[in-house]
């Protein structure tokens, strides 16, 4: 009974299934139905209009890079520049055995182990169908020997690249910058602003400098091709193109001769120069030493260079104006001063009998002038000139930290410059509460007795120190730094100037600014601590000196034991601006480990002023000093590698 | 010896159905060769995935139904848990989350729910046949669309279109009443306002430049011009084989994966197309033929559902190609590059094999 019902049961669903499969069959069939109909159509109907299509569709559309604009120092010398060069490109994806096919290039031009190594990363880096340099800078006759054997190499071909150049070579490489192969993180960076498609076809990109933050103007609008291609695959004839626009150029404030002379100046010795001029900002003279050559980063930094360059000692790499920080040690002393008079205290004919120490209410610890004994009767104007600690240690008890750091904020230290160049550090302003929050202890009187002299916590950069010393030269008004004057456009040559800014105004009064600038100027008259400095100058300078101990020597417990005990000398540090009635060029050198700052950094300024005041170059340089080859700046940050 | 070693291996092989597989498999690797450029290297890829995936067919078609049915709930089960893995640690490419890492290998979920989801309903139907009431179809419908909801938010579109296709021909054939269909049609038609506000912006574009490719020629619109001019341009005889300019121009883009058709169309031209309809309408026809002749619910729901799916593979990537279905990533069956829709299918292939050889074996 139940096994005859469930007979019947399945029977009765395999018919009732039966007939869903078929309708489901008719369904694949009227669909089948439909696309053998839309073929039909397709394949007979339409075949005349989609074969010519098929015809006139060999077209592809090819990218045209534009011309990267020039950098043009403010005299219109060339700092960087393009030229073209035959590349020998290969694309992986159409070459059977890459590794044979390089061997094979080898017989005919010059492919070096390098190159190879070169080629490999990138084309890890790569899509296969990319075409990847093998080798750059190919001769007229390695050129002419690969085009008769081009047939060949499937896949392999000759390409006329535009090159960067830099033709100054070192010459002023830590603002100008270099441009490198666009990496992953580029690529982001692009995508995200949206310029993604502006780079297509472009293989470099600005990587420091002045050539990473006009990046945009420099880089120019991406133009592009319609060319016919054969069955090959190669372009026949061009049916239509949108011309690209050329980047724009770029005019520096710098001048190179000064750049170069200041430089020199500087020989050997490891330091920085930065040359403000205090009415507009500009920045004349911008210099970071040791330098390096930026066009080894154009093609790709080979290992060792990148090793020599990244772990010398010297640590060229760094953008000390902008990166390295120190502390300003005396020279911090007229900004000091400058708090203390706004503030209504130790205006002239105020005075102090100076014992050669100061000790702290109920204390009788000893903070220690430089010089044993004391310099006698001592007021501002002297405390200046001679450089009396005893005189600002008091000032800066007297004064509080709290109210010392608020008026040197004003000058723009412990914060960016807003300078035309990434990377800028805040070097620091020590308080009280950054000290709680930093080290969550609290603050000691002491340590406000040493701010006093530029001591202790405070660091500055030798870009902030120039930028101080041109406000105080310019009356308390902060004009932006910059190191471009211009942005030119390439096809129609009208210039746009980059606006000077004020950025800051600090209210002094005239009274005060007058005793600080005088007594500056006395810096550099007999008794002065930079007297030599102004020796037969036709123009009146203002200056500070500055010595700067080094500390941090931990850090470099890992180099030699006797470089560790060169490099322990002191910084030297100069600030000065001239003519001192009315300023044009203010300035702040140091040189690490130079002693002391009028001697070793005080000559250096004095060159640079001379050749920007009078164009009076200075005499040959002195054969290179030998003694000084040692430490970097110690609180110097890790730089980190640029390179791809 | 060798012939008893050949009966063994052909035992459980339809051999109708592998004779018009091979063949669709031999036009594929024509394809392929021309396609790719003449790249060896994409063959000898192709062929490795074509062992595995045929060894998974022979398996398959070993294991007797009811063994089938026994393992359809855990597949399920374990298809789900990845597909929720997927969810919360998949890899991330693209901007899907499709592939999870499982220590020594990369998995796509979605594959294996190609081949659970049928069988898991196959199972429920038959299960519930003495019984069957209207909520037994809103529970398999939930069992349904768990898994396409979780494959819709990969985002991978076509998967859960095929996977959803598979789970309705269950449904169908098992009996869903036709006013239910009809009812479910419209309300289908009256929600696709709420389906396409729930769509990602590029998949509303392809359904918008399919009607007017010619709105965004070099971006989104570009596959489905390219492809119709060599479609059209191959015209009756085609241009011959490795002869296709669009093709072997670099014109037409994923031209090995879900275009490969407009390759073969255009070096084959009208007749290779009709020919290549006719081997699917073939395959299509055995596999129906073999859900009718099944002997039970599980393996008439589960042969017919293999069947019907394959049936939509290739009629959604012809349509997309050709020019009248939106552009969804879905492969050519049998033709396209890539090794886990090969598995997959033959796969079923295999299951389908196995409904029709152990038949004698379940009657008695």
Redesign the interface.
């Known amino acids: 009974m139940r096994s005859r019902s469930e007979l019947k049961n399945y029977q009765h669903e395999q018919h009732y299934f039966r007939i869903r499969l078929a309708v489901a069959a008719l369904i694949v069939l009227v669909c089948f139905g439909i696309l053998a109909a839309r073929l039909f159509f397709l394949q007979t109907v339409m075949y005349e209009h989609y074969q010519t299509m098929a015809e006139n569709n060999r077209i592809s559309v090819v990218p045209i890079v534009p011309n990267r604009g020039l950098i043009l120092d403010r005299n219109g010398v060339v700092m960087a520049h393009n030229f073209f060069v035959y590349t020998l490109e290969l694309t992986p994806g159409k070459v059977d055995d890459v590794d044979a096919t390089i061997d094979e290039i080898g017989k005919l031009v010059e492919v070096s182990a390098l190159d190879r190594k070169r080629f490999k990363k990138l084309q890890a880096q790569s899509h296969s169908f990319e075409s990847i340099p093998l080798r750059t800078h190919l001769s007229e006759v390695e050129a002419a020997r690969f085009a008769v054997n081009r047939y060949r190499f499937p896949g392999v071909e000759i390409k006329s690249r535009l090159f960067r150049h830099y033709p100054e070579n070192s010459l002023g490489s830590h603002f100008i910058g270099y441009i490198g192969r666009i990496n992953d993180r580029d690529l982001e960076a692009l995508e995200k602003s949206g310029d993604l498609s502006n780079y297509k076809g472009s293989d470099h990109i600005g990587k420091s400098g002045v050539e990473q933050y006009y990046e945009r103007s420099l880089h120019g609008v991406t133009g592009s091709q319609q060319v016919e291609i054969d069955a090959d695959g190669h372009a026949v004839r061009v049916l239509s193109s949108t011309a690209p626009i050329a980047g724009d150029n770029i005019i520096l404030t710098i001048d190179s001769k000064l750049q170069r002379i200041a430089e020199d100046a500087f020989g050997d010795r490891r330091g920085a120069l930065v040359a403000i001029n205090p009415s507009n900002g500009e920045v004349l003279a911008y210099v970071s030493k040791p330098t390096f050559d930026p066009n080894l980063f154009v093609d790709g930094i080979d290992t060792e260079s990148w090793k020599a360059l990244n772990e010398s000692i010297d640590r060229p790499l760094i953008n000390r104006p902008i990166r390295g920080i120190y502390p300003p040690g005396s020279t911090f002393k007229p900004f000091v001063a400058l708090a203390g008079l706004n503030a209504g205290k130790r205006e002239p004919p105020y005075s102090i009998p100076d014992p050669g120490y100061y000790t702290l209410p109920g204390s009788t610890h000893r903070y220690r002038d430089w010089k044993p004994g004391g310099h006698g009767r001592v007021d501002m104007r002297k405390a200046i000139a001679v450089s009396c600690d005893t005189f600002f240690y008091g000032l800066a008890v007297d004064l509080g930290i709290d109210k010392l750091a608020a008026y040197l904020g004003h000058f723009g230290f412990g914060k960016k410059t807003g300078i035309d160049i990434h990377g800028e550090v805040d070097g620091l302003l020590p308080t009280p509460e950054w000290k709680a929050r930093r080290w969550k202890q609290k603050w000691y009187p002491g340590e406000t007795v040493i701010v006093g002299i530029g001591q202790g916590y405070t660091l500055v950069t030798p870009l902030q120190l120039a930028q101080a010393t041109a406000m105080l030269a310019n009356n308390g008004i902060a004009m932006r730094p910059h190191v471009v004057s211009a942005i030119q456009e390439t096809t129609t040559g009208v210039s746009k100037p980059i606006p000077t800014t004020v950025m800051d105004k600090v209210a002094i009064k005239p009274e005060h600014l007058d005793i600080v600038k005088q007594a500056m100027h006395d810096v550099t008259l007999p008794g002065g601590t930079a007297a030599s400095v102004s020796a037969g100058s036709p123009y009146a300078i203002a200056a500070k000196t500055g010595t700067a101990q080094v500390i941090g020597i931990k850090q470099n417990e890992k180099y030699n034991e006797k470089n560790v005990d060169e490099r322990h000398r002191d910084h030297a540090l100069f600030i000065a601006f001239a003519p001192l009635d009315d300023p044009k060029i203010a300035l702040a050198v140091i040189v690490e480990n130079g002693g002391h700052g009028g001697s070793a950094a005080g000559p250096i300024a004095r060159k640079v002023m001379d050749y920007y005041l009078l164009g009076k170059e200075p005499e040959p340089p002195p054969p290179p000093k030998t003694t000084d080859k040692e430490t970097p700046p110690q609180q110097a940050p890790e730089e980190e590698p640029l390179n791809d | 010896m060798i012939s008893n070693l050949f009966k063994y291996v052909t035992k459980h092989v339809d051999s109708f159905l592998m004779g018009c597989l091979v063949m669709t498999l031999v036009v594929g690797f024509a394809v392929l060769y021309s396609a790719s450029g003449q790249d060896m290297d994409r063959i000898f890829s192709q062929s490795v995935n074509l062992i595995v995936a045929l060894a998974f067919m022979w398996i398959a078609a070993n294991i007797p139904p009811q063994h089938l049915e026994r393992i359809a709930l855990p597949l399920y089960a374990l298809g789900l848990l990845l597909l929720v893995g997927v969810a919360l640690f998949g890899e991330l490419s693209h901007g899907a989350r499709r592939w999870l890492h499982l220590g020594v290998a990369k998995i796509q979920p979605s594959e294996l729910m190609k081949i659970a989801v049928p069988m898991m309903l196959a199972w429920y139907f038959s299960k519930r046949?003495e019984s069957l009431r209207f909520p037994d179809y809103l529970i398999a419908a939930l069992l349904l669309a768990i898994p396409v909801v979780l494959i819709v938010k990969q985002p991978d579109l076509g998967t859960a279109l095929l996977i959803a296709a598979s789970g309705f021909?269950v449904l169908?054939?098992a009996?869903l009443s036709w006013k239910l269909l009809v009812g479910g049609g419209v309300l289908a038609g009256a929600s696709l306002p709420i389906f396409w506000s729930m769509l990602h912006d590029y998949q509303r574009k392809r359904i918008e430049i399919l009607f007017d490719p010619y709105q965004d020629p070099?971006g989104a619109g570009y596959h489905t011009i390219?492809a119709?001019?060599?479609?059209?341009?191959?015209?009756?005889g085609g241009k011959g084989w490795l002869r296709g300019?669009?093709s072997?121009?670099?014109?037409l883009p994923e031209r090995t994966t879900d275009f490969i058709f407009a390759v073969f169309?255009e070096e084959f031209?009208?007749v290779g197309?009709?020919l290549l309809?006719t081997l699917?309408?073939l395959i299509?026809?055995r596999g129906?033929v073999i859900?009718?002749q099944a002997q039970n619910?599980f393996s008439?729901l589960l042969a017919?559902s293999v069947t019907?799916t394959f049936?939509t593979y290739v009629?959604v990537n012809?349509?997309m190609v050709?020019?009248?279905l939106p552009v969804v990533g879905v492969p050519l069956p049998l033709i396209s590059y890539g090794g886990t829709s090969l598995v997959t299918l033959l796969l079923g292939f295999g299951i389908l094999m196995s409904i029709q050889t152990h038949k004698k074996l379940v009657t008695t």
């Open positions: 046949e021909y169908f054939l009996g070099l390219q119709t001019i060599a479609l059209g341009s191959g015209g009756i300019t669009q072997q121009l670099d014109f169309g031209g009208l197309n009709l309809l699917f309408t299509i026809a129906l859900a009718s619910t008439r017919g019907l049936f009629f012809m349509g050709s020019g009248i």
